[in-house]
């Protein structure tokens, strides 16, 4: 019995050592889009969306600082793109132009934004926001209906987090009903 102790106490402390560096103030985000870039199109080509992104910045607006994503969309079949956000407090929006330049084709620019929660440490976010424009602009990538791929991971404060990710889906024909 005298052995365990010290055994159960080290385990202890371990874990909370552990714990520390898994949720502790220095924890690191990610880009997850490395994990699926180089992977095969999935086998829907009957509708799918071919996403190319062609900026990613950090904006300041109104005091708040956010997260902006311009891309391109090739739509095939009667499919929709989605952002998908996991995490609490998380404001969004998505604006759209199309414009259709002199004997040309129309040309649509899309941008996802995302407002960084003040919790998040500034310079681990100016460092995710490099490398996910230096993983994902000028690439394009196809996602199938009912898929999505994640893209980013940010943690928040001890034990928050925020986490982006990209899909398609089937349009809903009931809402312009």
Not at 72 to 85: K, P
Not at 108 to 130: H, S
Request: hydrophobic share 35%; proline share 5%; with cysteine.
């Amino acid at each position: 019995m005298l052995h365990s102790a010290p055994r159960n106490t080290w385990r202890r402390n371990n874990w909370r050592a552990r714990q520390t560096s898994i949720i502790g103030p220095d924890r690191r985000g990610e880009v997850l889009a490395y994990q699926w870039l180089k992977s095969a199109a999935g086998t829907n080509t009957t509708n799918s969306i071919r996403f190319t992104f062609t900026n990613v910045e950090l904006r300041q607006e109104d005091g708040h600082e956010w997260m902006a994503m311009d891309y391109a969309t090739d739509v095939h079949g009667d499919c929709e793109e989605v952002f998908r956000m996991g995490g609490s407090d998380v404001v969004t929006r998505k604006h759209g132009l199309q414009i259709t330049p002199e004997g040309s084709p129309p040309v649509v620019r899309q941008r996802f934004e995302w407002r960084i929660p003040g919790k998040i440490n500034r310079a681990m976010v100016a460092d995710l926001t490099k490398e996910f424009a230096k993983a994902l602009v000028g690439k394009s990538f196809v996602v199938p209906e009912g898929e999505q791929r994640p893209l980013l991971h940010f943690p928040i404060g001890t034990t928050g987090h925020v986490s982006v990710a990209i899909g398609a889906r089937l349009r809903d024909r009931s809402v312009n009903k």
